[in-house]
């Protein structure tokens, strides 16, 4: 086994040796840092279907049926921030085709309802209200237009980029470009060929900081699933050569534990609704998620090394529905209590050989540790175990894991213990912590 020294500098853990601070493998940008650190953030899917019942609109509904009467999108914010939300995603385009500010590129937008006399602009509404309330803002831009006339053809590749182009340089900085696969036939009855790599160049170059999602990238990843689960080996590398986005992409279970030994830095997002649909249904409100069932899906996504982007779709009244709002402030109160005290805090930490452990002043209650890898220098561990007891001789197993990353939680039958080791049983490189704390989570 590898020799590991560590070294505690203001609640940070780190190895003394030169060696241990260079990079190992595939990093992240300080950008993919920066979203890491977000952890959490709402998806918004609201348009035509929002008044349609429909999940997939045809594009051929009549804008008037788009009338949001009490639209408020600083609501969205405030309660957003509220529920501790860092930022807000939105549908700016589904696949119907509408959009949600009077693009030039397009006859199906809010410009031909009668909502607003034509004169409205939910991106612009909801990118002020955003600003004031200090959280930030993503688009949803599907590459699919069910709409569009020209879909299928060498044209709409164009008429995408300057869509693109439209809400990227006309609406302020976004922290997230999200697309999906979704490729299916136009009005016209054609397939597109979409030229990804056009698609996002020009994003780049409009916005050198956005983060990219699809199910391979280019910056983070779908996790196979909409159930907002992230496997617990959860590798934030991820190898794309020879695959393509859609019908093209790795098997789900290789993009929800990523690869071992992938080449690329692409951390995981997973998605999950808070309803039964992603828009809203007024007959899906016996629905909505409670706290609690947000807060276990929190600790397999956030708590396995990934983010979690949660929708909630505003009602036909262009509000987040009270249901929805209850079930995010509720989720918020149960995050913050079972986060609040973290055990650790005074504990005194011993480094050996390829172990940190925590030494208590006496035996506390605790069923959950918090570890986190400092990921701008690699991912690096691969397996670990954690013991503890009141006496230094006697260390009982009390569970083990695998992969650790920018967060991971673990959960275990409740101890009252003095003492508590975690080895790393098994590492790439010399495994470097940025944090280490303990809980009593109540379930």
């Not at 853990?13 to 950008?31: D, I, R, V």
């Not at 990804?196 to 990238?217: E, V, W």
């Not at 909630?312 to 209850?326: E, Y």
């Amino acid at each position: 086994m590898k020799k590991i020294f560590f070294a505690l500098s203001v609640f940070i853990l780190y190895s003394c040796t030169s060696n241990a601070q260079e990079k190992f493998g595939p990093t992240p940008t300080k950008e993919q840092l920066a979203w890491h650190d977000k952890e959490y953030y709402l998806f918004m899917h609201f348009g035509p279907n929002t008044f349609t019942d429909l999940e997939w609109g045809h594009g051929s509904e009549n804008p008037n049926v788009f009338n949001p009467t009490a639209l408020d999108c600083n609501q969205w914010a405030r309660i957003a921030k509220a529920a501790g939300a860092k930022g807000i995603v939105i549908t700016a385009k589904h696949h119907d085709g509408f959009s949600l500010w009077p693009s030039k590129y397009s006859k199906h937008t809010v410009r031909e309802s009668s909502w607003m006399n034509g004169k409205g602009d939910v991106i612009k509404m909801l990118s002020e209200a955003c600003k004031k309330e200090g959280i930030e803002m993503g688009v949803y831009i599907s590459p699919w237009d069910r709409n569009h006339p020209k879909y299928g053809t060498p044209e709409y590749n164009d008429i995408y980029i300057n869509t693109m182009k439209e809400l990227l340089t006309g609406y302020g900085k976004f922290f997230e470009l999200w697309w999906d696969g979704a490729n299916g036939e136009g009005p016209n009855g054609k397939k597109q060929v979409y030229d990804f790599t056009r698609f996002k160049d020009s994003a780049l170059r409009y916005q050198p900081q956005i983060i990219i999602f699809s199910d391979i990238g280019p910056h983070i990843r779908w996790v196979g699933n909409e159930n907002g689960l992230i496997n617990s080996t959860n590798w934030n590398l991820l190898d794309t050569a020879g695959f393509k986005r859609g019908e093209g992409a790795p098997p789900n279970d290789t993009l929800n534990t990523g690869n071992y030994n992938g080449k690329h830095w692409i951390g995981a997002e997973a998605d999950v609704s808070i309803r039964k649909g992603w828009f809203y249904h007024p007959e899906e409100d016996n629905t909505v998620k409670s706290g609690a069932t947000l807060f276990n899906i929190y600790l397999k996504s956030v708590g396995h090394g990934g983010n979690l982007i949660l929708n909630v779709p505003p009602n036909r009244k262009g509000l987040i529905d009270p249901l929805d709002s209850a079930a995010l402030m509720d989720f918020k109160k149960i995050r913050d209590n079972a986060f609040a005290n973290n055990l650790f805090k005074n504990a005194k930490l011993l480094y050996t050989n390829n172990s940190v452990e925590v030494h208590l002043d006496k035996p506390v209650l605790f069923n959950s540790i918090m570890l986190k890898e400092k990921i701008s220098l690699g991912q690096r561990v691969v397996k670990f175990e954690i013991s503890g007891g009141n006496d230094l001789k006697q260390f009982q197993p009390i569970t083990q894991g695998t992969t650790i990353g920018h967060k991971r939680i673990i959960q275990f039958p409740t101890q009252n213990i003095r003492y508590i080791r975690v080895k790393f049983a098994e590492y790439k490189a010399k495994p470097i912590l940025s944090d280490i704390s303990g809980y009593l989570i109540s379930n």
